[in-house]
């Protein structure tokens, strides 16, 4: 219950929750009462805590049925611990009316107490971070934009830089073929074709996230035509000058780039018929702001279709980051089925998955972290980065 609120609380938080004794399956009291909290938590697999003994922790907070000092110490690295003792909802005794009472009860009690430990300690910290993502997201993607797509598929961030061993292009798909296509304004840097699931109807104006050079602006405007129109959002000086210069170049008087943030988006309610983004929303750091400003924008009835990056089943916290510097769109990547339930919390309805796609990690990078039994294991489990393309409808 302890890792629900967490992640209901902020969405930028990694949480993991795991014990010394961990059961098969969630308990179904507490799926049940938590269920009536409006957080889902049957996806939830209990885990051991050896498997987190590796990994390195800003905080660690032990939550005992009722113990004080008996509670299980966790020898891993670690910056701060806390302890919240609470009595253990499944020692209660009696019919299902007389024990979901004390479930209620305690999933209370830790709500009350993790959201205190959060606003104590935790969301100053998370602000901090998320901007600190944000400045280096639009560093990065500024020195990108000066280049072309070959020599990002060749060096990530150019020349000048220290990041050559991230390759931003590893999720791109090919879109030489789409109507509109402009080849100046790709720059390998999506993770999907979202414009190919969108339902992009002629005379709509379409939004588009993150829009880059303008690459997702025009295949969408070659479908709106001359009647619709296409707005880019994007927070980056760099790429909106190459954004605008490459329209300017072709000719479009219905296509715009506008400056902002995607959390906080300068645009009207109830003003855009579909919302589009690639590769994008996974660097945004607090994804139900983002999901709830796509909401605000959209008319009613309006849906989006996004590509983006989303991380399966429990990926090791070290190996993440390993990741994180062989494909740069993994950072602020979540797991797939924390980014679907926030779509469905911000009011979302007609949730589809269209497609996803694995990313290969080599196996010198795996080796670093796995046996040769757990590879194995970790190849066929369906654990990893996927990109993924979702569309649902306001």
Known sequence: MAEGFLKSFDTRLEVFSAGTHPAPHPNPNAVAVMKEAGIDISLNKPKNVDLFLADSFDFVVTVCGGAQESCPAFTGNVKHRLHIGF??????????????????RVRDEIKAGFMAFYNDSVKAGADREAEALKAIVREK????????????????CG????????????????????????????LGLGCGIPTDFAGISRGDHVLDLGSGAGNDCFI??????????????????????KA????????????????????????????VD??????????VPDKQKA????????????HFCVSDVVIK???????????????????????????????????????????QKAITIPDEILANYLDNKQLEEFKQGGTGIFSITVSATK
């Open 291 to 302: 999901f709830s400003e796509i909401n605000r924008v959209l008319k009613p009835g309006g």
């Open 159 to 186: 020349t000048t830089t220290s990041c050559c061993d991230v390759d931003y292009t590893i999720f791109s798909e090919d879109y030489s073929g789409s109507r509109g296509y402009d080849p100046d304004a790709d």
């Open 244 to 271: 605008r210069a490459n329209c300017e170049k072709l000719g479009y008087d219905n296509v715009r780039f506008i400056k902002g943030d995607i959390e906080n988006m300068p645009l009207p309610a109830d003003s």
């Open 141 to 156: 993607y500024g020195k990108i934009a000066d280049q072309s797509k070959e020599q990002n598929q060749s060096s990530c």
């Open 274 to 283: 579909v919302v589009v983004s690639n590769c994008v929303l996974n660097l």
């Open 313 to 355: 089943g429990d990926l090791p916290a070290s190996l993440k980051q390993d990741a994180e510097m062989y494909a740069g769109c993994v950072s602020g990547a979540i797991r797939m089925e924390s980014y679907l339930a926030i779509v469905g919390q911000q009011g979302f309805r007609e949730i589809t998955l269209h497609k």
């Open 87 to 104: 009595d253990d909802p499944a020692d209660a005794v009696g019919s299902l009316q007389e024990v979901l009472p004390v479930y209620r």
């Open 220 to 241: 969408a405007r070659a479908i709106t035509g001359e009647t619709g129109v296409v707005t880019g959002l994007d927070f980056t000086d760099e790429m909106l000058d």
